[in-house]
């Protein structure tokens, strides 16, 4: 049964076995479900922060708390499949608004379109407002991932999405 949780967490093959070294981390798992807190991974490509990310996750889907995890890249096809007639916009949201806590790897790799902006700020705020945990893995620093987010369009909206991750999640670099 752990095995399938495992699985249908998202966290990805190749990271399935992913430790827990680092003692920050393994205090964040421990301590969780800290008021909505998560954490912000930053780092260059290859410094693994999916890594990372995925050991949290699997050290709380061991302690029962459901896990997914995908990248917005992911979120946008799931949204996008719905317009065919395939399940609802909405019925994509709330499945990631339900689940314990969200890991979105990779922030900021999507491209930054009004629309996509759009979608990252309905999740990130929906978790905000919820008070529901979210871990991000991001190659952006804060300044960056706005500017980048922000690229092509609207820049309130790019400052609300990190505003609202600076105050929920701890930054871990």
């Known amino acids: 049964?752990?095995?399938?949780?495992?699985?249908?967490?998202?966290?990805?093959?190749?990271?399935?076995?992913?430790?827990?070294?680092?003692?920050?981390?393994?205090?964040?798992?421990?301590?969780?479900?800290?008021?909505?807190?998560?954490?912000?991974i930053q780092g260059r490509t290859g410094t693994g922060k999916t890594y990372l990310a995925s050991a949290v996750a699997r050290l709380l889907v061991d302690g029962g708390t459901s896990v997914r995890v995908t990248d917005m890249l992911g979120v946008l096809a799931a949204i996008k499949g719905t317009y065919g007639g395939d399940g609802t916009e909405d019925g994509v949201l709330s499945r990631l608004?339900?689940?314990?806590?969200?890991?979105?790897?990779?922030?900021?790799?999507?491209?930054?379109?009004?629309?996509?902006?759009?979608?990252v700020f309905r999740v990130v705020n929906d978790r905000y407002e919820n008070m529901r945990p979210v871990i991000v893995t991001t190659q952006y620093g804060k300044g960056d991932l706005i500017r980048r987010l922000a690229k092509n369009g609207d820049e309130e909206t790019a400052v609300a999405i990190v505003s609202r991750l600076s105050e929920m999640c701890d930054k871990y670099e």
Do not use: N
């Not at 967490?9 to 807190?37: C, K, N, Q, T, V």
């Not at 608004?97 to 979608?119: A, F, Y």
């Open 1 to 40: 049964a752990m095995r399938s949780k495992i699985l249908h967490s998202g966290i990805p093959p190749r990271y399935l076995a992913a430790e827990l070294s680092e003692p920050r981390a393994a205090r964040f798992a421990a301590s969780f479900p800290a008021g909505g807190d998560g954490l912000y």
């Open 97 to 119: 608004s339900r689940v314990g806590c969200l890991v979105l790897d990779d922030l900021g790799k999507e491209s930054p379109t009004d629309w996509t902006l759009g979608q």
